[in-house]
């Protein structure tokens, strides 16, 4: 039997401690893997009296970094601490060390992953980070290696469970959205500040990773377009659902020939779209393939467990790797330089909320703005308000490029009829390709 490998844990809590069961709960089949037992050797935290939820040998609580990315025994650093700075530093570090790292940290990756892996090819060290997006779904390797002989055309992913959890609880309950965030941070599906939560900006950072990664790009943080579901209401929610409609925070990668779109916006599918129905704190990754058409990964996108799970797979496979002493050749770097989409080539149906004043020729009015830029509609509905001289009036529209639609809304808010838009939104259907 080989020696054992000695790991070092940056950070021991929510998934830290996973990671700490998995290995100890799971150690036949990992060592019937790699052929060696897997020993936690060091674990950096900042309080070492803290109570643990798992049983760890107190001796092997260190807040000094360097007694982990120092050590020469340890092979594989953990970075399950979270943070960016600081981290960054320590990785490189370890790096340089010639220790292999893992880690779940989306922030750091969405950042620096270019950077990281450079250094950690340079070293001949694996640099996996399969928890970072979706928590316990394996959906990189799935991208990487499942999707290796397609061509990914399009990708939407439920990535962030604090926002679905939300959504899901407005829409099932009629929840007040103030009051299910609370419950959401209760349960410990948020970041420890939620605006990036429902800001949008957590998803945005995996859809990054996600779109790098599956069109061979570097796919860059300012890339993403971001819009958070704060300003969704449970009128958009009540309106969505008359039309057919479920309403999600949706991160979507688009390819058509050479150029990609990436966004992160509440979205509305309809009903029958396969992640309408991801519910609750689940994350879900819906991924078109030229060749292989729809096929979707589901699964807890956080948590404890389901996290560690994807941490240990990569420590698995660093050293699948170190037996065939091929680590650090995994990462290759992008095919492909960036193109971006332009406004006029990102194509979608909108849903837009809008006060009118309930005069004659006001929806003429606000038709032809749409006519004058060959956007038609699908769907339409009109309500009378409480205030009789105003009417909601609800529109879904059939596709029209971002250009246009953004052109319209700036016309439409300066029309005098109008009272007030109340909200729009991106609608999902049609063609994948
Ligand atoms: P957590 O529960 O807050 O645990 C962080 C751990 O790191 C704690 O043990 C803490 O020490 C230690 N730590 C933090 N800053 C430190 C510092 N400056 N020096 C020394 N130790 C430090 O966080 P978590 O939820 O496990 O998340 C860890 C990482 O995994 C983050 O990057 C997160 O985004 C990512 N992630 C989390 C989930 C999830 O479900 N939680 C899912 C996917 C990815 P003490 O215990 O002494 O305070
Ligand atoms: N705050 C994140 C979420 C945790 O709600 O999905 C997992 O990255």
Same mark, same amino acid.
């Not at 009629?174 to 970041?191: D, N």
């Not at 467990?305 to 680590?327: C, E, F, Y």
């Not at 009118?356 to 060959?374: C, H, P």
């Given at each position: 039997?080989?020696?054992?490998? %000695? ?14 069961? =998995? ?68 990785? +490189? ?10 880690? %779940? ?31 316990? @779904? ?13 061509? =990914? @055309? ?14 899901? $609880?407005?829409?099932?309950? #009629? ?32 859809? %990054?990773?996600?779109?790098? *990664? #599956?069109? /061979? ?13 704060? /300003? ?10 008359? *039309? ?27 009903? /029958? ?29 956080? #948590? /404890? ?23 650090? *050749? ?10 971006? $989409?332009?406004?006029?080539? @990102? ?14 020729? %006001? ?17 339409? +509905?009109? *309500? ?50």
């Amino acid at each position: 039997m080989m020696k054992s490998i %000695a790991v070092g844990l940056l950070g021991l809590g929510t998934v830290g401690s996973g990671v700490v069961t =998995i290995l100890k709960n799971h150690q036949d089949k990992l060592m019937h893997q790699v052929g060696c037992p897997i020993e936690v050797k060091k674990v950096l935290v900042q309080d070492v009296h803290k109570h643990r939820t798992v049983e760890i040998d107190p001796s092997f609580l260190t807040t000094n970094a360097n007694e982990v990315i120092e050590d020469p025994e340890i092979d594989v650093v953990i970075e399950v601490m979270g943070g960016i700075e600081d981290t960054r530093q320590l990785v +490189l570090q370890a790096l340089r060390n010639k220790k292999h790292v893992v880690t %779940a940290n989306k922030d750091l990756m969405a950042l620096y992953g270019p950077e990281l892996l450079k250094v950690a090819s340079e070293n001949g060290c694996d640099l996996f980070y399969e928890a970072s997006v979706a928590g316990g @779904i394996p959906i990189l390797r799935g991208l990487v290696d499942g999707f290796a002989s397609d061509r =990914i @055309i399009k990708m939407m992913g439920i990535v962030n469970g604090t926002t679905n959890f939300i959504l899901t $609880k407005m829409s099932k309950f #009629g929840s007040a959205y103030e009051e299910v965030l609370k419950e959401a941070q209760e349960l410990g599906y948020a970041e420890a500040d939620p605006t990036s939560d429902v800001e949008g900006l957590d998803a945005a950072r995996k859809m %990054a990773i996600l779109a790098s *990664l #599956g069109y /061979s790009m570097n796919i860059e943080l300012k890339d993403v377009r971001v819009q958070g579901i704060s /300003s969704v209401t449970s009128d958009d929610i009540e309106y969505s659902k008359r *039309l057919g409609y479920v309403v999600k925070l949706i991160g979507t990668a688009h390819r058509k020939g050479e150029k990609v779109e990436v966004s992160v916006q509440p979205t509305l599918l309809p009903e /029958s779209h396969p992640l309408a129905g991801v519910n609750d704190e689940y994350n879900a990754v819906y991924v078109y393939g030229e060749a292989v058409g729809e096929t979707m990964f589901y699964g807890p996108g956080a #948590g /404890s467990l389901p996290t560690a799970t994807s941490i240990v797979s990569d420590l698995v496979a660093v050293m699948k790797n170190m037996r065939l002493g091929v680590n650090g *050749l995994s990462s290759v770097s992008p095919q492909y330089e960036k193109k971006l $989409k332009d406004d006029s080539e @990102i194509f979608s149906k909108y849903f837009l909320r809008i006060h009118v004043k309930d005069q004659v020729g %006001a929806f003429a009015k606000i038709t032809s703005l749409f006519s004058e830029r060959g956007v038609s509609f699908e769907k339409i +509905l009109q *309500l009378p308000l409480k205030n009789k001289n105003v009417a909601e009036i609800v529109l879904v529209t059939h596709e029209a490029s971002l250009r246009d639609y953004e052109e319209i809304l700036v016309q439409l808010r300066d029309l005098q009829i109008i009272q007030e838009v109340k909200s729009s939104y991106r609608v999902e259907g049609g063609n994948q390709g």
